[in-house]
């Protein structure tokens, strides 16, 4: 069902009207008291506040920042997709940005600015705020504002006047609205208006989040004509392929398939290299590159064979690695110390670990499971296939061996970890 605002309505991610700003102040000071007065501000300003408290952002701080190197800056705009839709952006807002004594701001997915365009003397007063390439506009660095909280929360929004959380930026008002990749839907980055508080208009956010939606468009269109052209490379090679095959972009998206029911999309680890992979979905496969994107050859007989046997060699402190052997091949992955000792952790309990006991097992402290469940992740990447999770585990059939090094106090030596003290420890003692 449609619903429609009326002439006299206020969307609800705009702000009101000017004559309120006495009541955004004062609903602002005392927030910064400890109180709150009876008129609060709109929801998603108010959530901000509290985030930004929690934060400890100064409300009388200066909004500065340490900028980006040049050649930083530009290396992130190569390799954001944004780059590729800056003509739409610019002709869809630097021109009426220009024309309203605004700007149009750019930003990855960090809060960083990349590119900025409109009204000359407002570029001008922008670098005052530090709003310019390379600086961050996140919320913990500047507080509320339209950048900052579109990041946190992943909406469009609108922040005016003293909605701002740091009072230097009073004077101005910003529209900003994410901008998604539509080939896998992660965030790419904020497009954003910022100007004089003088420029506010409640149609500004509309006109924002239109102008982000034309460059999802266009991304997709882009996507669309590659996926033709990797099909029109795909087809002569599938004809002369036996078997089970696809060729996928580099985002799994499919192009051409031949012996096997058709996907929209292949999960794909997120750093795969051309050889011998195991793909949860598929099985064993021969993953070879194409021009935009992979040929996956499934390996017949496969789909239900994984990787028979690991071997977590520990033997050297520079040589930390883990070999896996599958059906089809084998294949070694360099371990860092972290992961290393985890993967340890996991082959002394094949029964499997939580994240708590992980926590532990690694940290000492059970309550670290944040960076347990980050780090085992990161490990999932390459080593899917023989990692089970909930709990965390070596799958059943596959074999595990740890090579320990020849002298069992050399064990991961610089490591402080429970599970590896307690190994080391007998040794050390006698």
């Known amino acids: 069902m449609e619903s429609h605002t009326g002439a006299g309505a206020r969307p609800e991610n705009t702000p009101r009207p000017a004559v309120s700003q006495r009541l955004v102040r004062r609903a602002r000071e005392a927030r910064l008291a400890g109180g709150r007065t009876a008129a609060a501000p709109r929801p998603e300003i108010d959530a901000s506040w509290e985030r930004v408290l929690r934060s400890g952002v100064d409300p009388e701080q200066s909004p500065e920042s340490r900028l980006l190197e040049t050649d930083e800056i530009e290396h992130r705009r190569r390799a954001t997709a944004l780059g590729e839709v800056m003509p739409v952006l610019r002709e869809g807002l630097a021109a009426i940005a220009d024309a309203t004594q605004q700007i149009m701001v750019v930003t990855d997915t960090e809060g960083r600015v990349l590119w900025r365009q409109g009204h000359t003397a407002v570029m001008r007063r922008a670098g005052e705020i530090c709003l310019t390439e390379g600086a961050a506009w996140t919320e913990s660095a500047t507080g509320t504002n339209a950048i900052g909280t579109a990041l946190a929360t992943r909406t469009p929004v609108q922040v005016h006047s003293a909605e701002h959380f ?182 002394l309990h094949r029964e499997g670990r939580t994240a708590a006991e992980l926590a532990g097992d690694v940290f000492g402290d059970a309550s670290r499971t944040v960076t347990v469940r980050a780090e085992i992740s990161r490990i999932r990447r390459h080593l899917a296939e023989v990692l089970a999770h909930r709990p965390y585990r070596f799958r059943e059939g596959v074999e595990v061996e740890v090579v320990h090094p020849e002298v069992p106090a050399d064990l991961l030596p610089r490591s402080t970890a429970p599970v590896v003290l307690r190994t080391r420890r007998p040794a050390g003692r006698a």
Not at 228 to 237: C, F, G, K, Q, T
Not at 293 to 298: E, K, N, P, S, T
Not at 320 to 338: D, E, F, I, K, Y
């Open 166 to 347: 740091i009072r230097v930026l009073h004077d101005w008002t910003c529209a900003a609205a994410p901008v998604r990749d539509p080939r896998d839907g992660r965030l790419m980055g904020i497009v954003d208006i910022s100007g004089p508080a003088s420029t506010f208009h409640p149609a500004t956010l509309a006109l924002v989040g239109s102008v982000a939606a034309l460059a999802e468009s266009e991304l997709r269109g882009r996507h669309l004509v590659a996926i033709e052209r990797l099909r029109s490379v795909a087809a002569p090679i599938l004809c002369r392929l036996g078997g089970r095959a696809l060729v996928v972009d580099t985002h799994g998206w499919l192009a051409a398939v031949s012996g096997m029911p058709p996907v929209d999309r292949l999960p794909l680890p997120k750093s795969l290299e051309p050889g011998t992979v195991w793909l949860a979905s598929l099985g064993m496969c021969r993953v070879e590159p194409l021009p935009g994107g992979w040929l996956v050859q499934v390996a017949e007989d496969s789909h239900d064979r994984p990787p028979r046997r690991v071997v977590l060699d520990l033997g050297r402190e520079r040589g930390l690695a883990v070999h896996v052997t599958g059906p089809v091949g084998n294949w070694t992955r360099r371990l860092s110390p972290r992961h290393a000792e985890l993967l340890y952790a996991l082959a």
